[in-house]
């Protein structure tokens, strides 16, 4: 029984290095439309001899788009369009950062001097349609690479270049007409409109794909698209593609996403391992097959599983710098060197360790026979591939689940029992929670430890900091294996301490949990990307300058916090909470976020200080659920969104600073599940050392 989430067919190209760069050109892309649509439609109001002007100036543009397909269908495709791509990108950037100018200074002058000067002179209207009819016309022509596409996203890409010209046509036609008096109620529905369809259009097109490869157009390489799928028919009768798209890297290399079904059969391995050799063999330098599955009924009636794996394809072109594998011990060789199971895992990235063998290994030790899989959200792409691998190899069932995953205090070993499953497995964070306090199932901790380009953060350590600095180095628990080997290459020119603090591992910080570094410490170094962790450690050492390095991009950076602005915000909050009556308990009923012991605690201050106490269960805090709140879920919620609630939002260490239980800290304490922590009010304290924990998380499997 596959209990799975739901996948749809949409291209993701580049999801390993730069998988949120979609999401950021589409929000760009819909705050630059609409807001060329807002910035017209306050011209409009205000030039009543405009109407003509527009209609012909959109006219113009309807015939751009329908003269863009035909020549792109008729000319531009029987030439070797590579050749161009250094000039049409160029062009192609000038062009749309010129029509961003124009719009913004016609803009800007409407609103400044309104009636009193006409900013629509023929010279000044000449140059806006010229750029507009240049912008449109790269865009139709060499915007969508694509080789095979769904016909019903023509409609869907027609409208979504087409809705901000249609708002502007109705109110050019209704001042045309002399109903003025209907623009002026009628303009701020349409720029609503305007902007909710482009949002959703957005995404039903998938545009956001297309303008990363406007952006990556740079490509040097010479392949001929218009064959290459003749060639692969001829070869793979078949197979069929469901989309291809091309694009280019940040490396200038030329790349292609290919989506396919493989239809599970005897020779399913061996057709796999062709098509990836024609690829290799026609020039092409990365290749990614993205994991999917769906159900299909065949000729007979009986239903059959199609899958579409996950590979990276590479060539002698490019260099490989990740790491291997490292065998766990322990795990019989039958399974180590299973050639079908290792064909499998070899699906997944190289440099992602999932640990299916020793996942593998424990659920036909223990006889497991449902497992419940979770995942955070970076990883759930490659969710089902995994479920799949894992039952059947191990012969079970699987359940995915899809809540939310913030960390490791979301281990819901409650939801695994409920759903009967004997073996919860949670990837992508330590055993924060011990193995032996979860309870009805068996659990797994799997770090996923993630492999990247050593050498580059090395030399990037070396060319930025002076020889013998003092410099700490943290990260999640993904790269701390990479980090120990960074480590021990530049202890010969720096100083390197890997601080912990337990029970975490040398090294490992959290969100909640930070340690603090000795006072003679020059920097402290963080690797990975985002700054949620590396804000902790900012927070816990104040005093020493922060640098992250982003393993992805392969760029450093130097970072702040305003620590005045949190500590002014935080202790205005205890000031406010110190003269509240009533009080609100919020236990945290997300995963292993909440902890009765600490409520108890909290809860016997404040009726021992006479207030009126109320307690609470959320999973998830928001603005929406919330006189006075302390909530036992996660420190960073009131800190980094308590002046967004209308009541304060304080922590249990804010609470007992508001109640004299304890002074304020010069430096706020990230101590949440340290075991060396201030006192009853977090998580670890006064719990067994760490060579317990450690020992008992070794062997949890």
Not at 31 to 50: D, K, T
Not at 212 to 229: D, G, Q, R, T, Y
Not at 340 to 345: D, G, Q, S, T, Y
Not at 568 to 590: D, H, P, T, Y
């Amino acid at each position: 029984m596959h209990n799975k989430c739901s996948s749809s067919m949409m291209d993701v190209s580049i999801f390993y290095n730069i998988q949120h760069l979609s999401e950021a050109y589409s929000i760009s892309l819909l705050l630059i439309f609409g807001g060329f649509s807002l910035g017209e439609m306050i011209i409009y109001l205000h030039a009543h001899s405009l109407a003509l002007r527009l209609a012909a100036c959109h006219t113009i543009d309807l015939a751009v788009i329908c003269a863009g397909h035909v020549w792109k269908k008729t000319i531009v495709n029987k030439l070797d369009k590579n050749r161009f791509m250094t000039m049409w990108f160029v062009v192609c950037m000038v062009c749309m950062v010129g029509f961003c100018v124009v719009n913004i200074i016609h803009s800007l002058q409407m609103l400044i001097h309104r009636h009193d000067f006409d900013i629509h002179m023929p010279f000044t209207l000449l140059i806006t349609v010229l750029v507009e009819f240049i912008v449109k016309s790269i865009g139709m022509i060499f915007l969508d690479f694509g080789l095979t596409y769904s016909r019903s996203t023509i409609p869907i890409r027609t409208l979504f270049i087409l809705s901000p010209a249609f708002a502007v046509l109705t109110i050019a036609a209704l001042r045309y007409l002399g109903y003025s008096y209907l623009v002026l109620w009628l303009d701020p529905v349409l720029t609503i409109c305007t902007c909710f369809i482009l949002s959703v259009l957005s995404i039903l097109s998938g545009n956001a794909a297309d303008y990363i490869s406007v952006l990556l157009m740079a490509v040097p390489k010479e392949v001929k698209l218009e064959n290459f799928e003749s060639k692969f028919k001829l070869r793979f009768p078949g197979e069929k593609f469901h989309q291809l798209h091309v694009w280019a890297d940040t490396k200038n290399h030329f790349n292609l996403s290919v989506h396919m079904r493989f239809k599970k059969s005897e020779n399913y391995l061996q057709n796999f391992q062709s098509i990836k050799s024609f690829f290799s063999e026609h020039g092409i330098t990365m290749a990614v097959l993205q994991p999917e599955f769906e159900k299909a009924t065949t000729d007979s009636g009986n239903e059959c599983l199609f899958e579409k794996k996950s590979e990276i394809i590479e060539t002698k072109e490019k260099q490989n710098f990740f790491m291997r594998r490292s065998i766990v011990r322990g795990i019989p060789v039958e399974i180590l060197e299973d050639e079908k199971l290792n064909a499998a895992v070899n699906m997944l990235p190289s440099n992602y360790d999932f640990e299916i063998h020793k996942t593998i290994w424990k659920i036909r030790r223990e006889k497991i026979k449902r497992v419940y899989l979770q995942f955070p959200e970076g990883l759930l792409l490659f969710s089902c591939l995994i479920a799949d691998i894992l039952e059947e190899f191990g012969h079970c069932e699987t359940v995915i689940s899809c809540d939310v995953v913030y960390g490791a205090c979301c281990v819901d070993d409650y939801a695994a029992k409920a759903f009967d499953c004997d073996l919860l497995v949670h990837y992508g964070h330590s055993c924060l929670i011990p193995v032996q306090d979860t309870t009805g199932c068996s659990v797994l901790y799997v770090f996923v430890s993630i492999k990247f380009d050593t050498g580059h953060f090395i030399d990037t350590v070396r060319h930025n900091f002076n020889p013998n600095s003092r410099l700490a180095l943290v990260s999640t628990v993904q790269f701390i294996s990479s980090l120990q080997a960074a480590r021990k290459a530049l202890s010969n020119d720096f100083k390197i301490e890997l601080p912990q603090v337990a029970p975490l591992s040398p090294g490992e910080v959290l969100g909640c949990t930070a340690p603090r570094f000795n006072e003679n410490m020059d920097a402290v170094i963080f690797v990975g990307d985002g700054r949620f962790h590396l804000e902790s450690v900012m927070i816990a050492n104040p005093d020493v300058p922060a640098f992250k390095y982003d393993p992805y991009g392969k760029k450093c950076f130097r970072e702040h916090y305003d620590h005045k602005t949190m500590q002014k915000q935080r202790r205005l909050s205890v000031e406010m909470a110190s003269n509240c009556k009533k009080f609100g308990l919020i236990c945290g009923a997300l995963g292993r976020q909440g902890n009765i012991r600490i409520m108890e605690t909290v809860r016997d201050q404040l009726l021992a200080s006479c207030r009126e106490v109320f307690e609470f269960v959320m999973s998830e805090i928001s603005l929406e659920k919330l006189s006075s709140w302390v909530q036992i879920a996660c420190p960073r919620l009131s800190i980094d969104w308590g002046l967004q609630f209308i009541k304060p939002v304080i922590t249990p260490y804010e609470l007992m600073v508001a109640m004299d239980g304890i002074k304020w800290q010069k430096q706020y304490p990230m101590d949440y599940y340290a075991f060396e922590s201030l006192g009853p009010w977090t998580n670890n304290f006064g719990r067994r050392t760490k060579q317990h924990v450690k020992m008992r998380c070794t062997n949890s499997m």
